[in-house]
């Protein structure tokens, strides 16, 4: 079972033609979350997700988070650091990378867009949005808080795949993909003590 955040009155969600599960818990909040006032929930809600750790993909094993939502949803810092890196590379998309001030460091990956102080902190030049590659990226320096704005929920680098936020997790500042680790409780958790939790069918999201 995956885990699902909305604000109340919030936009529309995700549309998918797979078969969701019957019910899911739904958590009126107020987007970022911020816990403790050191983490943020990466994406704006309305949002769903689940464990897929390790789940069969072509090619590969899935070694992150997926979160989706609807295109063009904020994404956030989770955490206080500096984004030190910018691409745009084929699969990926346009990708993010955080050093968190935790030690940790987070990838954003399959954005629409970057947020534009983002971009004009990293002087992105106007080929940037072309065609993906491995080489297309750039390096910089942007300092966050938790919550603070930094891009948005897409599909880039994946084609017709539903909008989501493909959320990976490295142990330190390496970025070694070998050493990714699954944050997913961590980001459930995130979602739970919310008072005025309501538990609502959940009929239109990407499984």
Same mark, same amino acid.
């Given at each position: 079972?995956?885990?699902?955040?909305?604000?109340?009155?919030?936009?529309?969600?995700?549309?998918?033609?797979?078969?969701?599960?019957?019910?899911?818990?739904?958590i009126p909040?107020?987007?970022?979350? /911020?816990?403790?006032?050191?983490?943020?929930f990466p994406?704006?809600?309305?949002f769903?997700?689940?464990?897929?750790?390790?789940?069969?993909?072509?090619?590969?094993? &899935?070694?992150? /988070?997926?979160?989706?939502?609807?295109?063009?949803?904020?994404?956030?810092?989770?955490t206080?650091?500096?984004i030190?890196?910018?691409a745009?590379?084929?699969?990926?998309?346009?990708?993010?990378?955080?050093?968190?001030?935790?030690?940790?460091?987070?990838?954003?990956? &399959?954005?629409?867009?970057?947020?534009?102080?983002?971009?004009?902190?990293?002087?992105?030049?106007q080929?940037?949005?072309?065609q993906p590659?491995l080489?297309?990226?750039?390096?910089?320096?942007?300092?966050?808080?938790?919550g603070?704005?930094?891009?948005?929920?897409?599909?880039s680098?994946?084609?017709?795949?539903?909008p &989501?936020? &493909?959320?990976?997790?490295?142990?330190?500042?390496?970025?070694?993909?070998?050493?990714?680790?699954?944050?997913?409780?961590?980001?459930?958790?995130?979602?739970?003590?919310i008072?005025?939790t /309501?538990?609502?069918?959940?009929?239109?999201?990407?499984?």
């Amino acid at each position: 079972m995956g885990t699902v955040c909305e604000v109340k009155g919030g936009a529309n969600r995700a549309s998918s033609g797979t078969t969701p599960a019957s019910s899911e818990a739904v958590i009126p909040v107020t987007r970022p979350l /911020v816990k403790n006032g050191s983490y943020a929930f990466p994406v704006a809600s309305p949002f769903y997700f689940k464990d897929t750790w390790n789940a069969a993909r072509t090619g590969h094993v &899935h070694k992150g /988070v997926d979160i989706f939502a609807i295109k063009t949803t904020r994404v956030y810092a989770i955490t206080a650091g500096v984004i030190t890196l910018l691409a745009n590379w084929k699969g990926a998309g346009l990708t993010i990378r955080l050093k968190g001030s935790d030690g940790r460091g987070y990838e954003y990956m &399959h954005l629409d867009d970057f947020e534009a102080s983002l971009k004009a902190a990293f002087g992105l030049p106007q080929d940037f949005y072309d065609q993906p590659d491995l080489k297309t990226r750039k390096w910089g320096r942007y300092d966050v808080s938790a919550g603070k704005p930094i891009g948005f929920v897409g599909s880039s680098g994946v084609g017709n795949c539903a909008p &989501h936020l &493909h959320f990976q997790v490295f142990p330190n500042h390496r970025f070694i993909l070998d050493e990714r680790i699954n944050l997913y409780a961590f980001l459930a958790e995130l979602c739970t003590g919310i008072k005025d939790t /309501v538990v609502k069918s959940v009929t239109s999201y990407v499984l």
